[in-house]
């Protein structure tokens, strides 16, 4: 007969778990356990099974180990995990793409009944039709002021009733209508509370963005570093363009009122000495717009010409038979 480890044994083992965990893997999802099943968790485990593991235990003993092993290390970066590790929490370490991961803990949701004194996570809304219970079960309905009707035989609610409202506790009256109406409002499963990858902190939304939000993020970063510099007057990459820019209008301005000029603005003063320069350049634009529209014009006039015969042909084939 196996002899059974003690408890300090089993701290002995799981602390070298979790230190062993934290040498190979660099990315770690901290996520809500709670009303999640022994069952359901093993069923997580298998889907992930292959490049991720999960890791549940006590809050104290994870922050206990995770502490002397940075120490161990050196490597302070795992303290950060430390703060994250309150409430009915577990580890998940993961060598896979986050994204993927975080979809593939959301398929394992089981549906719960209301139980008395849970917080509502959603709104539970009971919708209108027949609901199978006989007249003598409308007192529940009475309790909680939903319309009903008697429809042969049996109770039938008229109109969608808001029952319970998220954040709102759930009440013993509502429990016991719902589980006769055999309705399973909640879900529950692993949630993703936070993000740890090498050492850096974030929340789970970040794992939704896409390279264009990226690039939205980072051209609008630019775009206000832009404006600080040019209202500071102080030189920066971003700014550099818009500078050259105004200080070439200031130049022309000055160009345009004195006898000073430079190629570049030789042009301009041309169009300002001969204002019909600027019918000409539109009538060029115009002519250029005209040139991409002829070609469509051209292929419709064609068309036209060649439906023109045939139909002189069939009047003259009508005229042929009464002749």
């Not at 549940?56 to 590790?85: C, D, Q, W, Y």
């Not at 500078?243 to 000029?261: H, I, P, R, T």
Request: aromatic share 6%.
């Amino acid at each position: 007969m196996a002899v059974k480890p003690t408890k300090a044994q089993k701290k002995v083992e799981y602390d070298k778990k979790l230190c062993r965990f934290l040498d190979e893997y660099s990315q770690i999802l901290v996520v809500a356990a709670d009303n999640v099943g022994s069952n359901q968790l093993q069923s997580i485990r298998q889907g992930l099974r292959g490049d991720s593991v999960v890791l549940m235990g006590k809050n104290t003993m994870m922050k206990r180990s995770v502490r002397l092993h940075a120490e161990k290390t050196g490597n302070n970066a795992f303290l950060n995990l430390i703060p994250l590790l309150v409430g009915n929490v577990g580890l998940i370490f993961t060598k896979g793409e986050l994204k993927e991961v975080r979809e593939e803990i959301a398929k394992y949701k089981v549906g719960a009944p209301a139980r008395v004194g849970l917080i509502a996570p959603i709104d539970v809304v009971v919708p209108p039709g027949n609901t199978g219970l006989d007249p003598s079960q409308t007192s529940f309905f009475q309790v909680l002021n939903i319309p009903t009707k008697i429809n042969k035989g049996t109770v039938e609610i008229i109109t969608p009733v808001d029952i319970i409202k998220k954040g709102e506790k759930v009440g013993s009256s509502e429990s016991a209508l719902l589980a006769k109406l055999g309705i399973r409002p909640f879900s529950y499963g692993l949630v993703v509370l936070t993000v740890y990858d090498s050492g850096s902190v974030f929340s789970p939304e970040v794992l939704d963005l896409t390279d264009d939000d990226l690039v939205a993020k980072f051209a609008s970063g630019v775009s206000m570093v832009a404006s600080l510099s040019l209202s500071l007057s102080f030189p920066t990459i971003a700014a550099a363009p818009h500078m050259f820019v105004n200080g070439y209008k200031n130049v022309l301005s000055v160009a345009m009122v004195s006898e000073y000029s430079f190629p570049q603005a030789e042009k301009v003063k041309e169009y300002l000495k001969d204002p019909s320069k600027f019918a000409a350049a539109a009538a060029t634009v115009a002519a250029a717009g005209s040139d991409t529209a002829a070609p469509a014009g051209a292929a419709a006039a064609k068309v036209e010409e060649k439906e023109e015969p045939a139909e002189e042909s069939e009047e003259d084939m009508v005229a042929g038979l009464f002749d």
